[in-house]
């Protein structure tokens, strides 16, 4: 009973106070234009821990401003072709990827199947 009573306080405080129009909640590392610096650099090809260093905060709360920038603007997240793999690496090394045929074997193996122009 006490318990129900405890959470009723709360939750008429918590609405009282968002009805005065009070921020909740832990404040904001960022301010709104450093959000938008970080999403321009981000932007730029900077790496999060780069940008994370330049203004003092983690690489996650870099990250959540760049994941919050996109929803917000319902963006697509910009893919990044992947690297590839170390076998992939060996091979590109001893072919001088001037031979199509070679430069064909790769792409196949990593997934992307371009076929030389004839």
Known sequence: MERDLLVERTQSGLARAKAEGKALGRPARTTAGDRAKIVALHATGLSLAVIAAKFGIG????????????????????????????????????????????????????????????
Not at 82 to 107: Q, V
């Open 59 to 118: 690489n996650a709360t870099v990250h959540a401003v760049i994941a919050g920038a996109r929803t917000a603007a319902q963006a697509p997240a910009p893919t990044t072709p992947a690297k590839p793999a170390k076998a992939i690496r060996k091979a590109a090394a001893r072919c001088a990827g001037n031979d199509m045929a070679d430069r064909a074997t790769l792409e196949r193996k990593r997934g992307q199947r371009r076929v030389p122009a004839v």
